[in-house]
């Protein structure tokens, strides 16, 4: 953990000591940061861990810029053999040693393995000979060029601690553009107990039909924008992942400040690390409180904006061919 210096913690609003804090976690290339205090970095920091687990297959793919740490493998099983694989942004290893061994009419082993070095296939040629005896030098190659087909992998995304972080995220983007007092108002008391106590309702809600104006074709982005409507003078905001995942947060069910507050909006690269140019023109829709809960959309509707979002993923990969990542309707 970073050295704590006294400040103003967009958290629990109190001077305290305090430590940045990613708005979008840096594991998956977040790069602005706000003040927490250690306590509630704390309290938040296992809902950030769960929501960069669910998306950390895409972070390796892509290969991210991460401003610290590197992007970790992650683990498939090959359908047909049940052979596990690591796989990262250049390619894959096995993730174990294959050894059989077959033994000849003299009984003398004649050995078949797949090692992952040529001090690793040392090791265990050594270790065959030392409980078998001698054999024929007949192994060559260790690391044959891997060919996947079809592969498993554990994967969902969803769930309040995930939710969190998404709130998390938007919410802190607003306190790092917003006044002090505003942000530190009873306001927004409802989604601070949400995000750093776990209470209340969930405020957050996948939404892929009030989303689509944050959607790029041309590049995974990561994407906030905080809507102010001032009609129903309710406070949303939208969040999304890799121009894939896609959130409406309830921000504040009503503000009481008679003022145009403009929307917020920034754009994120996370293969490059560089804002975004916004589009010319983005209008942000105005919803209900309903509508920003509970979006009415079709299974059928966001699993195709899921798919469109993977493919365009898929084409940004640099590693095996015809990689693909999949994630169970939740």
């Given at each position: ?22 708005i ?15 306590e ?47 796989i ?18 003299n ?12 001090n ?20 060559k ?35 790092n ?29 996948f ?9 790029d ?69 105005d919803?209900t ?13 966001v ?24 994630f169970p309707?939740?």
């Open positions: 953990m970073q050295n704590l210096q006294d400040g103003y913690c967009n958290g629990c609003n109190q001077l305290r000591p305090v430590i940045e804090d990613h979008i976690p840096q594991a998956i290339g977040g790069i602005l940061t706000v003040f927490l205090c250690a509630c970095h704390k309290k938040i920091h296992a809902s950030d861990t769960e929501l960069t687990k669910s998306l950390h297959p895409i972070a390796t793919l892509l290969d991210v810029k991460r401003e610290r740490g590197e992007n970790k493998p992650f683990r498939v099983k090959q359908v047909e053999t049940d052979h596990e694989f690591d990262n942004s250049e390619g894959g290893c096995r993730a174990h040693p294959e050894v059989n061994i077959k033994f000849d009419h009984g003398r082993p004649n050995p078949d393995v797949r090692a992952r070095s040529e690793e296939l040392k090791n265990i040629v050594n270790g065959i000979r030392n409980k078998y005896g001698p054999f024929p030098e007949s192994m190659t260790v690391s044959e060029p891997i060919i996947l087909g079809q592969v498993e992998y554990d994967n969902t995304i969803g769930g309040r601690p995930t939710f969190r972080s998404v709130a998390k995220t938007a919410y802190l983007f607003l306190a553009r917003f006044p002090t007092d505003k942000i530190s108002s009873e306001v927004f008391s409802t989604v601070r107990d949400f995000i750093f106590n776990d209470k209340g309702d969930s405020l957050v809600h939404d892929f039909i009030h989303t689509q104006f944050m959607y074709s041309l590049r995974p982005v990561h994407g906030i924008a905080i809507h102010f409507d001032t009609q129903k003078h309710n406070i949303v905001g939208y969040v999304q992942y890799f121009s894939t995942f896609r959130f409406s947060i309830l921000l504040a069910r009503s503000f009481p400040w008679e003022i145009a507050i403009p929307d917020l909006l920034y754009y994120l690269n996370p293969l490059s690390g560089e804002e975004v140019p916004l589009k010319p023109s983005i209008n942000l829709p919803v409180i309903e509508e920003c809960l509970t979006p009415c959309q079709t299974t059928h509707f699993n195709s904006e899921i798919e469109k979002g993977l493919k365009q993923l898929d084409s940004h990969c640099k590693s095996i061919s015809n990689t693909t990542i999949e309707d939740k």
